[in-house]
């Protein structure tokens, strides 16, 4: 087990919510002044099949295998809202918190000898076991306890003990909380989008480097620029070639990446043998979202940034310090 903690997030686990303490307590109040019939002793809803257990079966098999569109299905319409405007890569990490666990897998279920649900993540490298106790339900909102485990743990040395809160939406059990912290997207949507936009601005930089690194050295191979972003990318098939030469990954290929769009020009050549130049700009396919900023790579190789509302970077910009 030590040795696969690394590949299990350890961290606390946060995915950019509320505290849910008052809230807890206040639904915790208002709901035992109304016994459910579970809570009287008559059969509950934890393991039927459309109770907050089976909910939270689903919940769990579509954070393992990070199917977003199963996942945003057990989200109040409030956070489902909010998911679906969240960038693809936002999703999956809110989605790794359920299972901690960093790569996709393949979810299996099954039921332990007293009925309860039991959800497998299988990944290349480690399986964890997420086994599912009974409900807390009160009214419209259940509260579960979860243990969450490497398959191999077997005594548990090392278990995760969480509770997942659901909430009765439409006839539906939604998710509320995890652990004590609200699932509340759209509270603390402004802030996931300003950390995103950090990381994936980063990721632009390093972008229009990416390109410029691969454009040098199709240059010196083949002793002319490439007419465009595609003769940088993988081949379809058989070796690199100057139509697909193998440099760029297929998405910088298709101008394309975490969210930024990136362009290349060829610009400065003449038709008395000046050598052609270059430039690359990268520019945020959702301004506000998956980034504010533009990013340019004039012909000389200086990089030059700007707030440009979406629109293309220039070589008038601040040089980017």
């Known amino acids: 087990m030590n040795a ?8 606390s686990i ?10 807890a307590n ?4 208002e709901s035992s002044s109304k016994p459910s019939e579970s809570s009287a002793g008559a059969p509950s809803e934890t393991t039927s099949g459309g109770g907050p257990n089976a909910s939270l079966k ?8 990070q199917n977003q569109a199963e996942f945003g299905r057990f989200l109040t319409a409030r956070s489902k809202e909010a998911f679906s405007r969240m960038t693809p890569q936002a999703r999956i990490a809110l989605m790794k918190r359920f299972v901690l666990l960093n790569e996709p897998g393949k979810a299996t279920a099954s039921a332990n000898p007293a009925g309860r649900p039991i959800v497998r993540c299988q990944t290349p490298d480690v399986t964890t076991e997420m086994q599912i106790g009974g409900a807390d339900l009160r009214d419209n909102v259940a509260f579960l306890p979860m243990e969450l485990r490497t398959a191999t743990d077997t005594a548990g040395a090392d278990a995760h003990q969480i509770t997942l809160g659901l909430v009765r939406e439409d006839r539906e059990w939604r998710l509320l909380s995890l652990g004590l912290l609200l ?3 759209p509270a ?3 802030e996931w989008d300003a950390a995103e936009m950090e990381t994936t601005e980063r990721n632009a930089i390093e972008a229009l480097n990416q390109v410029a690194r ?22 379809l098939r058989g070796a690199a070639n100057g139509e697909a030469a193998g440099l760029l990954d297929s998405d910088l290929a298709n101008g394309i990446k975490n969210g930024y769009a990136i362009r290349y020009v060829i610009v400065g050549a003449s038709s008395v043998g000046a050598p052609a130049k270059y430039e690359v700009a990268a520019t945020p396919q959702q301004y506000g979202r998956t980034g504010r900023r533009s990013f340019f790579r ?16 220039s070589e008038a910009d601040p040089k980017l310090e």
């Open 26 to 29: 206040g639904f915790a109040q």
């Open 298 to 313: 004039d012909s000389d190789g200086g990089l030059h940034v700007a707030d440009r509302r979406g629109a293309v970077g």
């Open 58 to 65: 689903a919940v769990l098999s579509a954070a393992c295998s």
């Open 188 to 190: 603390l949507e402004v």
């Open 214 to 235: 691969a454009i040098e050295a199709y240059r010196n191979k083949y002793s002319r620029l490439p007419e465009s972003l595609a003769n940088l990318g993988p081949p």
């Open 14 to 23: 946060l995915v950019g919510c509320t505290l849910l303490f008052a809230a």
């Open 4 to 11: 696969l903690k690394p590949r299990i997030r350890r961290r």
């Open 183 to 185: 699932l509340d997207l």
